[in-house]
């Protein structure tokens, strides 16, 4: 087995226990995806600053684009450390996932019955595309139910989110060990 391989191997068994970790503890999982939006806004507000320094050199860096950026470093930081940033920013995101869950479960309803009149076409590829249409009704309403439910039982939604996660590790993990053996 060649180096790569064994890595492969490592890390795909790694993924499995990280991944069965996350399903087994779904709530903390999806903290922990709060905390990594926190880790990606303070790094963002960095990235920022060291651009607007590199523009202030170049004679166009502006007050606002600063005061924006050292707002991401504080907000990054307050997601990172404060127990109720994390709170808010998991409630508002949950809320946000839901809000747009119904809006593509509309958009797809309104789009299927826009593919219910194509499946008349005289075209063979247009009717064929048109005769789907049921099945992109079926999607939109069941996206809006879901959006619904999700507004309904937040913290249920927020712990399938978890568990979701973890098998999606868990899979990755797998499909890596199995690359192990056959690439």
């Known amino acids: 087995m060649t180096a790569n391989r064994i890595l492969l191997f490592i890390f795909g068994v790694l993924a499995v226990i990280g991944g069965i970790y996350c399903a087994a503890t779904p709530g903390l999982t999806y903290l922990s995806m709060i905390w990594v939006i926190g880790f990606a806004i303070l790094f963002h507000g960095i990235e920022d600053i060291i651009t607007w320094s590199a523009r202030k050199k170049l004679g166009f860096a502006d007050g ?3 005061f924006g950026s050292i707002v991401a470093v504080i907000c990054g930081l307050a997601v990172m450390i404060s127990g109720k940033a994390q709170i808010f920013t998991g409630i508002t995101l949950l809320y946000f996932l839901f809000g747009w869950i119904i809006f593509a479960g509309i958009t797809g309803v309104i789009s299927s019955l826009r593919l219910k009149t194509l499946k008349n076409s005289d075209v063979p590829e247009v009717r064929a595309v048109g005769s789907k249409w049921i099945w992109l009704l079926i999607f939109g309403i069941l996206m809006v139910i879901a ?34 053996f056959t690439i």
């Open 147 to 180: 959006g619904i439910f999700g507004f309904a039982h937040p913290w249920l939604t927020a712990i399938s989110i978890g568990i979701i996660v973890g098998i999606n590790i868990i899979i990755t993990g797998i499909n890596m060990i199995i690359r192990a």
């Open 64 to 66: 606002w684009s600063l």
